[in-house]
């Protein structure tokens, strides 16, 4: 055998083991992804759907237990689920959008918005970035608790309705963060007003559908009623429906009304990484953080103004992983959800639930073990 014959064979043997070796540890994932849901997750109870991808190789695909108990309707890829906050993903680039046509800036005030506001001066000092980096200092005076009725219908206009007669502020714009729900409900009547139609409609029209999102829905009072999962709670060792009807603000759509699939939202982080949305300058300045010239907290700031955006898995809880993650979760009613992004490792997650299960945890685990990422 000549010299470079057998170094071509050499080189065969080596990628034949590394093709080995990555389809066994493929392999692995999956088994054990599968050993660690097949105990959160029953056939006959509520569940979800689960989506791994690294580059243009799915490394898990699943979904588990049923999206109606009544019917009995399994969950599926295809299976309309609330997906919660990361609805504030949608309604941020819709203000993105609206910003790169000229119609607003980040930087207007809610007063430009807003001119009802009872403490014009409040109005006049916050800007459409605080509410899109949950700096805006606004306190939630819903009162929600008090009147969970009037909340279990109230709509984005009468979810924001209090905050425009607060008197003071919890903190000057731009000087901490504090989460907050009613704030994008704001944001989504600012696109109201700005567009000239219903947020929902610019949504559709400007995201789901260059995302090619057919199934995606954003409620304006009812829920979607096909293909769609229900939200339950366990109470006294049994599976109760806690959505619409049962969990107050739910209505509201600028917070949480964006209802959708894995097979969807697999289409939405495509379209960000091909900028079909919009530009990709601006998709690119989304995932990155910019710290407020007067941040007077001690940690960094870690919102981007559509994204959470931090070293490890979560915001403010440090893990031994070190990857820069860009996420967002959602938890309404019986409905949690992430979807996530590690650029450095080309990888992407997106997980629905209708059991009230939080899972990412397990996830995060097993991809670390198995060295998907680090």
Same mark, same amino acid.
Request: charged share 20%; net charge positive; hydrophobic share 40%.
């Given at each position: 055998m000549s010299g470079l014959s057998y170094?071509?064979?050499?080189?065969?043997?080596?990628?034949?083991?590394?093709?080995?070796?990555?389809?066994s540890r493929d392999e692995l994932l999956k088994m054990k992804l599968d050993s660690a849901f097949s105990g959160i997750f029953r056939d006959n109870e509520p569940g979800g759907?689960?989506? +791994?991808?690294?580059?243009e190789k799915v490394l898990y695909e699943k979904s588990f237990g049923l999206a109606n108990l009544q019917t009995k309707e399994k969950f599926t890829s295809k299976t309309v689920s609330n997906t919660g906050s990361i609805t504030k993903t949608f309604v941020a680039y819709g203000i993105l959008i609206l910003q790169d046509r000229k119609k607003l800036s980040v930087e207007d005030p809610?007063?430009?918005?807003?001119?009802?506001?009872?403490?014009?001066? +409040?109005?006049a000092k916050i800007q459409l970035r605080h509410l899109l980096t949950h700096t805006s200092?606004?306190?939630? +005076?819903r009162g929600v608790e008090k009147d969970s009725v009037f909340y279990l219908t109230a709509k984005d206009e009468e979810n924001f309705q209090p905050l425009k007669l607060t008197d003071s502020l919890n903190f000057e714009p731009g000087s901490k963060w504090e989460y907050s729900?009613?704030?994008?409900?704001?944001?989504?009547?600012? +696109? %109201?007003?700005?567009?000239?139609?219903?947020?929902q409609r610019f949504i559709d029209l400007n995201i789901f559908k260059p995302s090619g999102m057919k199934n995606s829905k954003i409620t304006d009072g009812k829920y979607p009623d096909k293909n769609v999962a229900h939200g339950y709670i366990l109470k006294n060792n049994q599976y109760q429906e806690y959505d619409y009807g049962e969990y107050p603000t739910f209505t509201a759509?600028?917070?949480g009304g964006v209802w959708s699939s894995i097979e969807d939202l697999r289409k939405y982080v495509k379209a960000m990484q091909k900028c079909k949305i919009t530009h990709c300058d601006i998709i690119e300045s989304s995932k990155t953080v910019q710290t407020? %010239?007067?941040?007077? @907290? %001690?940690?960094?700031?870690?919102?981007?103004?559509?994204?959470?955006?931090?070293?490890?898995?979560?915001? %403010?809880?440090?893990?031994?992983?070190?990857?820069?993650v860009i996420e967002h979760a959602g938890d309404q009613g019986g409905f949690k959800s992430h979807l996530i992004m590690i650029p450095e490792k080309n990888i992407s997650i997106i997980w629905l639930t209708n059991n009230n299960t939080f899972i990412t945890g397990h996830i995060?685990?097993?991809?670390?073990?198995? @060295?998907y990422i680090d």
């Open positions: 170094l071509f064979s050499v080189l065969l043997v080596v990628l034949f083991s590394i093709s080995c070796s990555a389809q759907s689960i989506f +791994i991808q690294q580059g809610l007063l430009k918005f807003f001119p009802d506001f009872k403490n014009k001066s +409040i109005a200092g606004l306190p939630d +005076i729900n009613p704030s994008y409900n704001g944001l989504a009547l600012v +696109i %109201e007003k700005t567009s000239k139609m219903k947020w759509a600028g917070n407020p %010239e007067n941040w007077k @907290k %001690e940690n960094p700031m870690f919102h981007s103004g559509v994204w959470f955006v931090h070293k490890g898995f979560y915001a %403010e809880q440090k893990t031994e992983e070190s990857v820069d995060r685990r097993i991809l670390l073990k198995l @060295k």
